[in-house]
Nanobody
Framework: QVQVAESGGGLVQPGGSLRLSCIVS????????IAWFRQAPGKERECISV????????YINPSLKGRFTISRDTTKDTIYLQMNDLKPEDTAKYSC????????????????????WGQGTQVTVFS
């Protein structure tokens, strides 16, 4: 089973940038799906972006497109979430998750599609 662990959260001012990392410990197969989610206090968990390995097909939540980007470093087995122009409403706990590729990236951008989760990393945007 693929396992994941996040890093890179922290405090940032509005308009700033952060890059989160999701380190992937691969299972026995070369194909899997990695997704980024976030959950703000009192709100439901929201899917940000999905990437399917090894084809690197991606999906990003339309509400975040243009500010958030998902990418992969094959040499480090790491998936990144680049977040630019951060806003106070981006404050949340960010988590990455892994599972087999059961559908397209857009189809898999749902919390229930994933069974392996990291501990999460807090991102706080404050002025």
């Amino acid at each position: 089973q693929v396992q994941v662990a996040e890093s890179g959260g922290g405090l940032v001012q509005p308009g700033g940038s952060l890059r989160l990392s999701c380190i992937v410990s691969r299972g026995p197969y070369g194909y899997y799906t990695i997704a980024w989610f976030r959950q703000a206090p009192g709100k439901e968990r929201e899917c940000i972006s999905v990437i399917i390995i090894p084809h690197n097909t991606t999906y990003i939540n339309p509400s975040l497109k243009g500010r958030f980007t998902i990418s992969r470093d094959t040499t480090k087995d790491t998936i990144y979430l680049q977040m630019n122009d951060l806003k106070p409403e981006d404050t949340a706990k960010y988590s990455c998750a892994a599972d087999a590729p059961y559908g397209t990236p857009q189809e898999m951008c749902k919390e229930g599609e994933f069974h392996s989760w990291g501990q999460g990393t807090q991102v706080t945007v404050f002025s």
